[in-house]
C-alpha cells in the first residue's frame, strides 16, 4: 500500500495538518507490518510512539498541538501556548508551554508530550482549526503560573482587546478548576484584589491614585453608557467621566479625532470628560489639582463623603 495512492489517509492527512495516529491508519486498513515499512521506507515520520507525519507535507501552524493530540487520544485537547498564538500579539504570552489535558484517568507515561489531567473535560471546548482544544480563556488559566502577576495582568488585558476573552469567562473558568488549580488561583488573587476591574497598567495607576486620594468608593470601572460605548471610569457623584490615554492609542490626529467625537457623546449624555495621561499619574497633588481644575470640585470634600 502506498501513501500516495491511497485517497482516505491522503484525505485524513491533509485534515490533520499533515499527522496521523497508528489507531487511524490500522482503521483505514493499514496492517502493522505495512505502516513499520513505510516508516523504514521513511514515507512516514515518527512524532511520538503511534504519531507519524507525511514527509513533504511542511508544519503548518498547530501540527505539533495536532501530533501531541493524538498521542494522548480520544478526549485530549491541547491548551496553553498553542491557544494564546492567536493573541494577535502573540509576544505577550511568549513564555506559555504547549500543553495537552488528559480525561481521567488516562496518563501518558515517560512521554515527551507535556500533559496534564483535564479537571474540566465538559467545559471550555474549541476547535484550533482541526485541533481539538480549550478556549482561550481556559488556555490561559491552564498556564497562568508561568508568568508573573504583572505579566498575567498583561496577557489578560490582550486577550479582552482581541476579543478572545471576556472578565466573565476568565473569571468563571478559574471558579470552575478552584484553587486548588494553580493558575485557577492565580487569577482569583487577581479578582480579589479588583485588577480585572481595570483594562490596563494605565487604568491601574489611576485606579491607586484615586484611592489614595480617597476616591475609590465613588468611582464605577468599565460602565457600558450604550451599546458601542463604554467608558474607562465612572465618577457619578460629580457626573464625571474619566478616560485613561495611553501613549501608545491617542498619541496621532486620528486617535485625537476618534477621542473628540467620543467625548462629545458622553457630553450629550450629561456627563463631563476628564482625559487622564500618564504625567498626571506621577503625582497625587498633581491629580488632585487636575480634578479639582476640570470639575470645579474639592476632592477633599468628596473624599470625605466617601468616608
Known amino acids: 500500500m502506498k501513501l500516495t495512492h491511497d485517497p482516505p489517509t491522503t484525505t ?13 491508519l490500522l482503521a483505514l486498513g493499514w496492517t502493522a507490518p505495512v505502516i513499520d515499512g513505510a516508516v523504514r521506507h521513511q ?12 514527509p513533504g507535507c511542511g508544519r503548518p501552524p498547530h501540527q505539533d498541538a495536532m ?36 480525561p481521567a484517568p488516562r496518563r501518558l507515561p515517560s512521554n515527551p508530550v507535556r500533559w ?5 473535560p465538559d467545559d471550555d471546548h474549541q476547535l484550533l482549526g482541526p485541533v481539538p482544544a480549550t478556549t482561550p480563556a481556559r488556555a490561559f488559566v491552564e498556564v497562568a503560573t508561568v ?16 476579543g478572545l476573552a471576556t472578565t466573565g469567562s476568565i473569571g468563571d473558568c478559574a471558579e470552575r478548576l478552584g484553587p486548588g488549580h494553580g493558575g485557577a488561583r492565580a487569577v482569583l488573587e487577581l479578582i480579589a484584589a479588583g485588577h480585572l476591574e481595570q ?6 495607576d489611576l485606579a ?16 457600558q453608557l450604550a451599546v458601542d460605548l463604554r467608558v474607562d471610569c465612572l465618577l457619578g457623584v460629580v457626573s464625571a467621566v474619566l478616560e485613561y490615554d495611553g501613549r501608545d492609542h491617542h498619541s496621532d490626529a486620528r486617535d485625537r479625532a476618534a477621542d473628540g467625537r467620543r467625548d462629545r457623546r458622553i457630553d450629550d449624555l450629561g456627563l463631563r470628560v476628564v482625559r487622564i495621561t500618564k504625567d498626571d499619574l506621577q503625582d497625587d497633588g498633581a491629580l488632585r489639582a487636575k480634578l479639582e481644575r476640570e470639575l470645579g470640585i474639592n476632592v477633599a470634600q468628596l473624599a470625605r463623603l466617601a468616608a
Open 208 to 223: 491607586a491614585s484615586l484611592a489614595r486620594l480617597g476616591l475609590a468608593p465613588l468611582v464605577r470601572w468599565q460602565v
Open 67 to 102: 501530533a501531541a493530540v493524538l498521542r494522548a487520544g480520544r478526549g485530549a485537547r491541547a491548551t496553553g501556548a498553542p491557544v494564546l498564538q492567536q493573541l494577535r500579539n502573540p509576544a505577550v504570552a511568549r513564555g506559555a508551554p504547549a500543553l495537552t489535558l488528559l
Open 12 to 24: 485524513l492527512l491533509v485534515r490533520q495538518l499533515g499527522v496521523i495516529s497508528r489507531r487511524q
Open 116 to 120: 496534564r489531567r483535564d479537571l474540566g
Open 147 to 162: 508568568w508573573t502577576a504583572r505579566r498575567r495582568l498583561t496577557i489578560i488585558d490582550h486577550l479582552r482587546w482581541d
Open 43 to 54: 514515507r512516514l515520520e515518527v512524532l511520538h510512539r503511534g504519531v507519524y507525519r507525511m
Open 199 to 204: 483594562e490596563s497598567h494605565g487604568e491601574r
